[in-house]
């Protein structure tokens, strides 16, 4: 019975230390839910609640945070989540996020445009501004 608390608490203790954050530009005001964002990072709103352009970020398929970042705020697997850009980009309705290879590179684009959002791996740095984590 200790074996399993403990291993539990480990566990979870492992999930948080990996846990990821959406973030944006700190100068965004936008609110926002995870409804919002998984609207934007799924192609259904190209823009945030205030109206204002939002253009997504993401991490290359295949890295740890972006499997994260799919399971955990969209509520989909790599295979799933490339399935479902498959038929939006055939039938021209819309196309994934741009890609990129890590979170350095997120973290220098959202810094610098306050109409990007994307996400990371941890809880960033001062140049950004957290709204979610997953």
């Excluded at 566990?11 to 530009?25: D, E, F, K, L, Q």
């Excluded at 005001?29 to 823009?47: E, H, Q, Y």
């Excluded at 994260?68 to 021209?92: C, D, H, I």
């Amino acid at each position: 019975m200790k074996k399993t608390l403990i291993a539990a608490v480990l566990t979870m203790a492992s999930m948080n230390a990996v846990a990821g954050s959406v973030i944006v530009h700190p100068s965004n005001s936008a609110a926002l839910d995870n409804s919002s964002i998984k609207r934007i990072f799924l192609g259904k709103s190209k823009s945030f609640p205030g109206g204002s352009s939002a253009v997504p970020i993401s991490l290359a398929e295949g890295s740890g945070g972006a499997d994260t970042f799919n399971k955990g705020m969209l509520g989909k697997s790599a295979s799933q989540l490339k399935s479902y850009w498959a038929k939006l980009v055939f039938t021209g309705k819309a196309t994934p996020p741009k890609s990129v290879a890590n979170d350095a590179e997120v973290l220098a684009l959202i810094a610098a445009n306050p109409n990007m959002i994307g996400f990371i791996e941890g809880a960033g740095d001062g140049s950004v501004k957290v709204v979610a984590s997953y």
